[in-house]
């Protein structure tokens, strides 16, 4: 398992830490107790509508995210996909239906049981978003120093395993602005995993990225899925990366889903829209021209 | 008529925004630190950014007001040959007026625009955001330190300002001038009090502090994510907070020596 590997490296050098066995016991203990109560169904959409600025974002969206598994939320730019992860971390409120994540109706939670249910979800933002005034080491830290009162010592071990577990421990001591775009989105998904959530949620890990950090990356989020159980909900509009991990897609379009099924089946599907975007051709129900008068008379135009 | 709509529109957008802002600052002065060590350790950090970094600014502007002011005042009070006044006159207009207001100007340039433009950036860069899905309050976390230092740190450079002031109209006026050092001084013991002057001053550079800050770091706060939004936003800081700073100026200055 991907948390094992840093205990052999321990283990190699006689340094094997007892705490840290004792931090996972109890990590791995609470989670399997969860698992036989919980339902398959991690996040529960409904009837959802979401408007911002007076334009309809979402009209009356019904989806489901599984638990334990990669879901893909697709769809192109502007469709409202990091919308969507913010309704489901409940920093914004659908106009009406529901949001419940393991559940917790996330409109109806007070502040406290919001922000129990944000310590279970982890979020690995477009731009990485690492805070600028820390550095690598102390961004994975904070959310250990802040939710947890294990000792100096006991962080310390957490942390520079998750950043093994990235990559990325020899750049503990680096500042975000000294990381190179692929190293600060492993570091932000070291800091997302540093509590062990039970809910990763992705948004757009590949864009801007070279082929080899896309290939790490899509390794990492794998990893993380099959070993710890993690439920993961990767939005992208990288079709080719999306659909080689996910085990469930979400097609979202105009505000609706158009598609919800297995990659096979998205692949295979004959829908207009969906294959305008798998194939990405630039015309299509999805129109390449943004409304406009007739060009002919536009040209022509005289005054 | 579209006037008048206008007008109310723009006079409930200012009511909003007054309500909003003020919940805002209620709600990030009082929630209050979870771990004290760290919050500490935060308002430090942000005491040397917000105040050390503007000593060089409040330094070398108190000492040309003041040689200034020392010029001025003896060209006009020697003709009454009364030049051993202009200790007297230096210390008074520094303490009650300019210390406070220059420094809360020159504030609301350099650490107004700056707290302004990092909280917005922080804005644009999803890292407020990223707090709040940590489940850590950035107003408790990132606005309060910016909130506190800059209340405590302005009235200690107002009276900066005006030490730095006076010590360099002295500099002029006895060294320059041939004021005579001993009535210099005499004259400004005789005429300057603690609880009228000094204080008065200190409670203006206090609500100054407070009005900058507080527009400093709200600009920030809901400004549009964008490289546009920022800039408008810092440029609003600027603006708003020197006219907010000279409004209350004349408020304060009428309630507290306005009764002759
Ligand atoms: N703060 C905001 N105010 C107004 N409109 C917004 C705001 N944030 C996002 N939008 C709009 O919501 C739509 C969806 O945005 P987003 O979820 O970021 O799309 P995606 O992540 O799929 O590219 C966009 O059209 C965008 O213009
Ligand atoms: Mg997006």
Redesign the interface.
């Known amino acids: 398992m991907w948390f094992i590997e840093g205990f052999q490296d321990l283990h190699e050098r006689n340094e094997f830490s007892w705490r840290i066995f004792y931090y996972y016991a109890v990590l791995v203990s609470i989670r399997f107790c969860y698992r036989e109560s919980s339902v398959e169904v991690y996040i529960d959409v409904k009837n959802l509508s979401f408007s911002r600025g007076g334009r309809a974002i979402y009209d009356d969206v019904t989806l489901q995210i599984p638990k334990g598994k990669i879901t893909a939320v697709m769809g192109p730019s502007g469709v409202g996909k990091t919308t969507l992860l913010r309704l489901i971390g409940g920093q914004v409120m659908p106009n009406s239906g529901t949001v419940t994540v393991d559940g917790v109706n996330i409109a109806q939670a007070s502040r406290k049981e919001l922000f129990e249910a944000r310590r279970r979800m982890g979020m690995l933002f477009q731009s990485g978003a690492l805070f600028s005034d820390m550095s690598v080491f102390e961004n994975v830290a904070l959310p250990l120093q802040e939710y947890t009162d294990f000792d100096k010592t006991m962080i310390r071990d957490i942390v520079l395993m998750k950043l093994q577990s990235v990559g990325l421990r020899g750049a503990a001591h680096l500042m975000p602005s000294e990381l190179s775009g692929g190293m600060a989105r492993r570091a932000a998904l070291a800091r997302a995993i540093a509590l062990d959530p039970d809910l990763v949620m992705y948004d757009e890990p590949f864009a801007g990225q070279d082929p080899i950090s896309k290939g790490v990356l899509v390794e990492l989020i794998q990893r993380l899925n099959r070993a710890a159980n993690i439920t993961s909900v990767l939005v992208s509009h990288d079709v080719e990366e999306s659909l080689s991990i996910a085990d469930h897609v979400c097609l979202l379009s105009g505000g609706k889903v158009i598609l919800s099924g297995t990659p096979e089946e998205v692949r295979s599907s004959t829908d207009e829209r969906v294959v305008q975007f798998l194939q990405g051709h630039a015309d299509g129900p999805v129109a390449f021209h943004y409304p406009a008068p007739e060009y002919r008379e536009q040209l022509l135009e005289r005054n | 008529m579209g006037l008048v709509k206008n007008l109310f529109a723009g006079v409930y957008g200012f009511i909003e925004s007054l309500g909003q802002s003020g919940i805002f600052l209620f709600q990030s002065l009082f929630r209050l630190p979870?771990?004290w060590g760290?919050a500490i350790r935060l308002y430090v950090?942000q005491v040397y950014s917000v105040g050390v970094l503007s000593l060089i600014i409040i330094i070398v502007s108190g000492a040309f007001i003041g040689m200034v002011l020392a010029l001025q005042g003896y060209s006009i009070l020697t003709s009454y040959g009364s030049e051993s006044a202009v200790g007297q006159l230096l210390a008074l207009t520094l303490l009650r007026e300019l210390g406070p207001v220059v420094t809360g100007l020159l504030f609301a340039g350099r650490a107004g625009s700056a707290l302004t433009a990092e909280i917005g950036l922080?804005k644009a860069?999803?890292?407020l955001?990223?707090y709040?899905?940590?489940?850590?309050d950035p107003l408790r976390r990132v606005i309060a330190p910016r909130l506190l230092a800059g209340i405590t740190c302005m009235p200690i450079l107002a009276l900066i300002f005006s030490a730095v002031g006076i010590w360099a109209g002295m500099m002029v006026s006895v060294n320059w001038l041939g004021v005579y050092e001993g009535s210099f001084w005499a004259s400004m013991q005789q005429s300057v009090f603690f609880d009228t002057d000094i204080m008065n001053g200190i409670i203006k550079s206090f609500v100054f502090a407070i009005a900058v800050v507080w527009i400093a770091v709200y600009q920030g706060y809901v400004c549009q994510p964008t490289s546009e939004g920022i800039g408008r936003a810092t440029t609003r800081t600027v603006v708003m907070g020197s006219l907010a700073i000279l409004g209350l100026d004349f408020l304060l200055t009428a309630a507290m020596f306005g009764d002759f």
Not at chain 2, 132 to 136: K, T, V
């Open positions: 979870i771990r760290e950090r922080m860069t999803e890292q955001s990223s709040e899905m940590m489940g850590i």
